[in-house]
Nanobody, 119 residues
Framework: QVHVVESGGGSVQPGGSLRLSCAGT????????MGWYRQTAGNQRELVAE???????DYADFVKGRFIISRDPGKNTIHLEMNKLKPEDTAVYFC?????????????WGQGTQVTVSS
C-alpha cells in the first residue's frame, strides 16, 4: 500500500506566497518521481512541477521563476514553494508519486489541497 498526504495550501492575496508539502509512505521504490499537479473545475489535471530521486526537476512554463520544488534528502517528501502567486494559480493541487516496478509505471495520488489566490 502507498499513501500520499498533502499539507499546506489555503488562501493568499495576489503576489503572496504559500508552501505545500507532500509525504509518500508505504511500498515506494527507491527510484521514483514525485510531483505536483493542479486542476480547476471543468479542466484536466496539469503538471506544475516534478522532481526525480536523482534531483532533476521539471517545471511547467507558467510557474518557471515563481515556484520551486524541493525534496528532503533520502525521503519521499517534497515541498512546493509558491511565490508571486496569481489569481490564475487558484486550483486544487494534487501530489503524485510514480515509479516503475520493472513491468509498468505505478502512480499514486493524494487527496488534493485547495489553493486560492484572491484579493
Amino acid at each position: 500500500q502507498v499513501h500520499v498526504v498533502e499539507s499546506g495550501g489555503g488562501s493568499v492575496q495576489p503576489g503572496g506566497s504559500l508552501r505545500l508539502s507532500c509525504a509518500g509512505t508505504g511500498r515506494i521504490f527507491d527510484v521514483n518521481v514525485m510531483g505536483w499537479y493542479r486542476q480547476t473545475a471543468g479542466n484536466q489535471r496539469e503538471l506544475v512541477a516534478e522532481i526525480h530521486t536523482g534531483g532533476s526537476r521539471d517545471y511547467a512554463d507558467f510557474v518557471k521563476g515563481r515556484f520551486i520544488i524541493s525534496r528532503d534528502p533520502g525521503k519521499n517528501t517534497i515541498h512546493l514553494e509558491m511565490n508571486k502567486l496569481k489569481p490564475e494559480d487558484t486550483a486544487v493541487y494534487f501530489c503524485n508519486v510514480k515509479f516503475s516496478d520493472g513491468v509498468s509505471w505505478l502512480t499514486y495520488w493524494g487527496q488534493g489541497t485547495q489553493v486560492t489566490v484572491s484579493s
